[in-house]
């Protein structure tokens, strides 16, 4: 019998210590975190500037690649880019192991497969999750608040595997800056995937700490993302085992029933 996806704690580096980060992101590994929540902006699709392939490269130096497909290590890069296609490669090469876009952007941008190139052609989502899936990452598709969750059905429920991503991320804040307040009214987006897709990797990021993760949990995501709960945490080792027992007492009552 197939088991619902498996809590995954991803804490995100923007709350890290930037004057320390690689000791930051190997520190959050050791204290028990799955994935690093790695937010690549690029002052365009969100008006905020953070890492590049650059960073992600340097970073890898001080967390061991995962030694499995979602496996502990893994740099789950979220691209608040506006062309998420050009910059495939390049994140590849820096030790990207999920690569998860924006279907606002997706919809958007062109085709073009280099940072200097440019295409009168358009990419769609499907494509992007094939290329990306081509070039030896996991592939995510996330969707900003204002943005329905039907616009992923066609997408979730293509027959050709390669075209299907193996993550949905749900935006519970305003994509661009960390630290905002948390948006409950999104969680209805979570829940709607989970019940078509019980065994589908769903990720919440945005304001989640140990006084929402219930809420998120009740919704169905598995994968969750913590920047400051984590980050700015006495203890982060406790608030990554708070996280992880609120999302697998879920799935134990899942399995269950």
């Not at 081509?134 to 992923?152: F, N, R």
């Not at 999104?186 to 006084?211: N, T």
């Not at 006495?234 to 085992?241: F, K, L, M, R, V």
Request: with cysteine; aromatic share 8%.
């Amino acid at each position: 019998m197939r088991e619902p996806p498996a809590a995954i704690i991803a804490p995100s580096i923007l709350a890290a210590d930037f004057s320390a980060l690689g000791q930051a992101c190997s520190h959050a590994i050791e204290c028990d975190s799955d994935w690093l929540h790695i937010d690549i902006m690029d002052g365009h699709f969100v008006p905020n500037l953070t890492f590049g392939p650059g960073m992600v490269a340097s970073l890898r130096h001080h967390v061991a690649p995962p030694q499995s497909v979602h496996g502990r290590g893994t740099f789950d890069c979220h691209m608040m880019i506006a062309e998420p296609k050009k910059w495939v490669k390049e994140f590849k090469q820096a030790g990207c192991d999920l690569y998860c876009f924006h279907y606002e952007a997706a919809v958007e941008s062109s085709a073009a497969e280099n940072p200097a190139d440019r295409s009168d052609r358009q990419t769609t989502p499907k494509e992007l999750i094939r290329y990306i899936h081509e070039h030896g990452m996991q592939a995510g598709i996330a969707i900003k608040p204002d943005t329905p969750v039907d616009v992923l059905w066609d997408i979730l429920e293509n027959c050709e595997a390669a075209e299907k991503p193996d993550m949905v991320l749900v935006m519970t804040v305003y994509p661009g800056f960390g630290g905002q307040k948390f948006m409950a009214s999104e969680l209805p987006k979570v829940k709607a995937v989970r019940e078509r897709y019980p065994f589908l990797h769903i990720e919440v990021d945005g304001g989640v700490g140990p006084s929402t993760i219930d809420q998120v949990a009740d919704a169905g995501a598995n994968v969750i993302v913590a920047g400051s709960a984590v980050f700015g945490a006495s203890d982060p080792g406790a608030i990554i085992q708070a996280l992880r027992k609120a999302v697998e007492q879920r799935r134990d009552v899942d399995q269950s029933s």
